[in-house]
């Protein structure tokens, strides 16, 4: 497959670091609260200026020494370099691990947890800026990327071959202007559609309000734990590039399928494409297959099937299927 990945990545996990090297990144309490900070997930440049209170020439340095050191790894999505924490490798592995461990147990502290509120709530309120105020130009700014057929279909038939139940229980989050949902609410005995743009949910609605078992509902993934029995599949089209943690996103909608149940994730590959965050309101230039692999798996689900589908101007799509990993414990599921 071609690949138009702009990925930087300084640091190598396995090399050898001089343990001087390793010290010193470790010897400074603000590099130590920088660690803390990225536990979650990874934060650009400007948005740690924020989270910190510093100027990007006073931050750069500390981050230079960190990444030296293999505690950090960068990464460039388009314009924007974000940093996240390295996975400890190398023969420094364990001690890295346990220091991290140590370093986790101490709270952020009121003034670094409320900067990492800031950062998501502007995430977050740039996406829904967008969709509020593009809902009816939303398939002409999807096919901008890729093709609706093409990843739709792909959906439907992961969820054909590997959905056990006859009469599914069917959660859509994301559903965009509904055209998937006819098609799921075929498949399944009821179908939930969950939106946290009011303005998309109406679209949906207007589409797709006159089948008597789709329910639909505003809200994040966190709306539907009260009370809820869980999915038998749930199917996320093209979110999670729109959304501040996309790590915490899937993980909260995996919290929601059931024992025996499916999780269907289309997405776009890395990619280098600047322009698609004014044209489409994305957030993130896509994600790595292995990134989306290693969510799952700290989900607590494991990859049964993928296809990757080739778009224009580049762009690919990954379809890929995940199953509860206690489940792949249990059995071996033989699928033809």
């Not at 054909?160 to 509904?178: A, N, W």
Request: net charge negative; hydrophobic share 40%.
């Amino acid at each position: 497959m071609p690949s138009n990945v702009n990925v930087t990545v300084l640091g190598n996990p396995d090399a050898p670091i001089a343990l001087p090297t390793l010290f010193k990144a470790l010897g400074d309490a603000l590099r130590v609260k920088i660690l803390r900070v990225l536990k979650e997930g990874s934060l650009s440049v400007t948005e740690l200026c924020d989270v910190f209170q510093l100027g990007q020439s006073a931050l750069s340095h500390h981050l230079k020494v960190m990444t030296t050191a293999n505690l950090l790894t960068r990464r460039r999505e388009g314009t924007v370099i974000f940093y996240r924490r390295q996975l400890p490798g190398g023969k420094q592995a364990g001690l890295v691990s346990e220091t991290l461990r140590y370093i986790d147990v101490e709270p952020l502290g009121e003034e670094l947890a409320a900067g990492l509120a800031r950062v998501q709530a502007n995430r977050e309120q740039n996406s829904l800026a967008f969709f509020q105020h593009n809902s009816e130009r939303f398939r002409e700014h999807q096919e901008l990327i890729a093709s609706w057929d093409d990843y739709s279909q792909a959906t439907l038939h992961l969820l054909d071959r590997h959905v056990e139940s006859t009469r599914p229980r069917i959660l859509e989050v994301g559903p965009g202007d509904g055209a998937l949902l006819q098609a799921l609410a075929a498949r399944g005995a009821s179908v939930v559609a969950l939106d946290n743009s009011e303005a998309m949910l109406e679209k949906a609605r207007v589409r797709a309000g006159h089948l008597s078992n789709i329910e639909f509902v505003l809200g994040e993934a966190g709306t539907l734990k009260r009370g809820d029995t869980g999915f038998d599949a749930i199917v996320i089209n093209m979110v999670l590039h729109h959304t501040p943690d996309p790590q915490n996103t899937l993980k909260e909608i995996a919290s929601l399928v059931n024992p025996t149940g499916v999780l269907i994730v289309s997405e776009l590959c890395s990619h280098d494409q600047d322009w698609a965050r004014a044209a489409c309101g994305d957030l993130w230039l896509g994600f790595e297959p292995t990134e989306l692999t290693d969510w799952a798996g700290r989900a607590e689900l494991t990859g049964r099937a993928e296809l990757f589908i080739a778009q224009r101007n580049g762009f690919q799509v990954q379809v890929r299927l995940f199953q509860k990993t206690r489940i792949n414990n249990i059995k071996e599921l033989n699928y033809e």
